[in-house]
């Protein structure tokens, strides 16, 4: 990449944000437009402009973002959106930090020096980037005691993620401890979830079996348990009856609507019976569904009660009268054995997995050893056409491999924006596929929560975006150019692939100014929901309960949010001492980040769960490891230019080492358990222990019809059923 085709990239993606947020601007004021720009203080029953004022000013929302307290972003996202942000200003805080030193101290050093005019091998663009060249370490000679410079910055990076990671693990423990001390009652706080029970012993039920367990360890404040069922069939009718009962909503409104026209009586809503309304009789749709009704209330009713009889697993959740017991409870060995009565802390209602609770102990070790090969294999082969595409979408590989586009890319204006954007929408893209099929791995584990399942895929996307990404890409940029040295001279492997960091500098300063300049300002005017909101509205929905699905946020999407963090500060890490320049990008990365995502959690996302912070240390544990890439990296770049005092930079491995074990020592424990204080503080209100038990029944086991009868065939499973 050429310098013109570098402020190409950066001239047109900043002016693309600069578009997007004047759109947000005029957007945001509109009336009509409120549920895409504030559908979280909406659903709080709170004023779309509650605490600001509609304005014309394109830079009120970022005075109100910055003017936000940490207890506002709580009380509208939850403490894992304040976690979230003290990730974002730690990041933040931490690449500010180096670049007030490693700026005005390394681009002096650098750029006084002359090694680009006596060799052209260490370049950061292939000899055709040479005003950055001169301000990296590639300007530096082999042996040279300028490079004491960048040693002692490489320290300077290190300590002072140290110091602030340090800060942040004790400011959100804080955060949880005040979380999990509130003297608001949570269900969660006031029930275990238990796993691995044995067999039933003869002349007792599995209900039976649960009550005396732990009314014998806990006689005092235990309260009730729930078994754990089998709902298969019972979620397939429940979700058949849900879907009628909007279709029939659907054609009730589609029909008043006619009658509103003046239509006659005839425009009564018909559809035909087969495969996409497309064949079969043609029916009364609202007759058709309410019969359809009415067959499936007592169809549902009748399996509710043949799997709370019939179909109980060997899990159950337990309730407590006392949080205290509750907590203990879930960090507490209860048997001998590892594989029998396994209890944990209860996950939130709206979290719970229930078809991965019945899973066995042994079962889910398999599984996590299986899922671990596969995402293994997956990184493997996803390497393969992420380093090809690398390599390939290179202008001059373009020309060299697929010369039939040779007269093409020659075009000027074509050869700027395929070099600018090119490598990086390719990348971006590969990225984008990969969530999903990870939470569902995740989820295979039998993992028993949403909050769990989405840590664990983000730890792999991690890895992933390691691997795939960072490494991939770097040897990708020089992969059909070293190939052949490679193979003629093997001992030669390291020398080049520690030549290739530098010679991708510049594709990750556009990779990074892409993603905050043209995502975070997608993010910011949602002009992706806003179109698909206002296509549906007019087209589709019919009402009110389809038109706010239309618009429903969704949450915060910590799942693909956190590792693309991640990879942004790793990357940045591995080149802020080589390549300083690429500090300031990364600043604007994340002050955009905290600025924007701010604004969007205290007006836009609703949060789907609440694990009150469990996902600090799982964040902060893979920011030391990119600190760990950082330093060897450092080893490794020293090495090549023949420093004889390199062998001073293997203290830094080791020495986060021993920071990761000090932390997990510290503050682990208190993320992985309630601590015993946290839950021993006063509640506000004596908690209602049988609203605490029904809100952990999943929906398609509550009866609507009669809930005396359901209670009556709940209680009887209670006295009489046996389990074979």
Known sequence: MDFSSFLT?????????????????????????????????????????????????????????????????????????AV??????????????????????????AATDKNLKISANS??????????????????????????????????????????????????????????????VK?????????????????????????????????????????VT???????????????????????????????????ESARPMHRTGFLGLVGDKVDSIEYFN?????????????????????????????????????????SLHDQMADSWTVIDAPEPRQIIWKNLRIKFYSREIRQYVVYFIVALTIFFYMIPITFVSAITTLKNLEKYLSFLKPVVEIVAVKTVLEAYLPQLALIIFLALLPK???????????????????????????????????????????????KTIQDKPKEAISILAKSLPSSATFFLTFVALKFFVGYGLELSRLVPFIIFHLKRKYLCKTEAEVKEAWFPGEFGYISRVPGDLLIITIVLCYSVIAPIILPFGVLYFAFGWLILRNQALKVYVPAYESNGKMWPHIQIRIIAALIIFQLTMLGYFGGKKFHYAPIIVVLPILSLIFIFVCQKKFYRSFQSIALEAASHELKESPNMEHIFRAYIPPSLNCEKDEDQFEDALSQVSRTTSLV
């Open 9 to 81: 990239s950066l001239a047109t993606s900043f002016l693309i944000f600069v578009v997007l947020m004047l759109l947000f601007t005029w957007l945001s004021r509109k009336p009509g437009n409120s549920v895409i720009y504030y559908p979280n203080r909406i659903l709080k029953g709170m004023d779309p402009w509650e605490g600001g004022k509609r304005t014309r000013n394109p830079f009120a929302w970022i005075r109100e973002a910055i003017s936000s307290s940490e207890d506002e972003v709580i009380s509208m996202s939850g403490v894992d959106a």
């Open 84 to 109: 979230y942000f003290v990730f974002l200003s730690t990041a933040l805080g931490i690449l500010v930090l180096s670049g007030i030193v490693l700026l005005p101290v390394l681009l002096p050093v």
């Open 123 to 184: 370049t950061t663009s292939n000899n055709t980037f040479n005003d950055l060249d001169k301000l990296s370490m590639g300007n530096i000679q082999e042996k040279s005691n300028r490079l004491w410079a960048f040693v002692f910055a490489t320290y300077w990076v290190s300590f002072v993620t140290y110091y602030l990671s340090w800060k942040a693990y004790n400011h959100v423990s804080d955060l949880r401890a005040s979380a999990l001390k509130s003297s608001d």
């Open 187 to 227: 269900v969660e706080q006031f029930a275990a979830l238990v796993r691995d029970i044995p067999p039933v012993p003869e002349g007792k039920t599995r209900k039976e079996q649960v009550d005396s367990y732990f009314k014998a360890i806990y006689p005092d404040t235990f309260y009730r348990s729930m078994v």
């Open 230 to 264: 089998d709902n298969k069939q019972a979620n397939k009718i429940w979700e058949e009856l849900e879907g009628y009962k909007k279709k029939l909503a659907r054609a009730e409104a589609t029909y008043e609507d006619s009658k509103a026209k003046g239509s006659p």
């Open 291 to 331: 019969e359809n009704i009415n067959e499936l209330i007592p169809k549902l009713e009748a399996e509710q009660k043949v799997t709370l009889r019939e179909k109980q697993q060997a899990s159950a959740i337990v309730f407590f009268t006392s949080r205290v017991t509750a907590a203990a409870a879930g960090q």
């Open 437 to 483: 099929l990870l939470l569902y791995l995740s989820k295979t584990e039998g993992i028993p929560s949403e909050s769990h399942a989405v840590r664990a895929a983000c730890g792999k996307f991690f890895y992933f975006t390691i691997l795939n990404v960072f490494i991939g890409v770097t040897i990708g940029s020089t992969l059909f150019d070293a190939f």
